[in-house]
Nanobody, 125 residues
């Protein structure tokens, strides 16, 4: 399984960004995916997750109502998206996508088996 995250950048507070994570390997369609983030000097924290079917999602309280996760399933793998709106300076972090070898997501980073390289999101005030 290989994960490639993209879409990060610099945005002003109140703005929007959409992150993408392409997960190659057909078997990825059977697994849950998630987004985590890590700000400088802080631990990696859960942002959102989506089940293998796409029917079950979960969000951190800090992003609920502002962020939306979705996924597209193709024959060659899955792409998961993170639509971020009403961005705040506190959202500044490196965002990582991950795959959990299970059909349901988790809020714990240690439950995920594969990780992408991360994409930096910077929100200016």
């Amino acid at each position: 399984v290989q994960l490639q995250a993209s879409g990060g950048g610099l945005v002003r507070a109140g703005g929007s960004l959409r992150l993408s994570c392409a997960a190659s390997g057909w078997i990825v369609n059977d697994y849950a995916m998630g987004w985590f983030r890590q700000a400088p000097g802080k631990d990696r924290e859960f942002v959102t997750s989506i089940s293998s079917s796409g029917r079950n999602t979960a969000y951190a309280d800090s992003v609920k109502g502002r962020f939306t996760i979705s996924r597209d399933r193709e024959n060659t793998g899955s792409t998961v998206y993170l639509q971020m709106s009403s961005l705040e300076p506190e959202d500044t972090a490196v965002y990582y996508c991950a795959v959990r070898v299970w059909r349901l997501g988790s809020r714990k980073p240690e439950d995920y088996d594969y990780w992408g390289q991360g994409t930096l999101v910077t929100v200016s005030s």
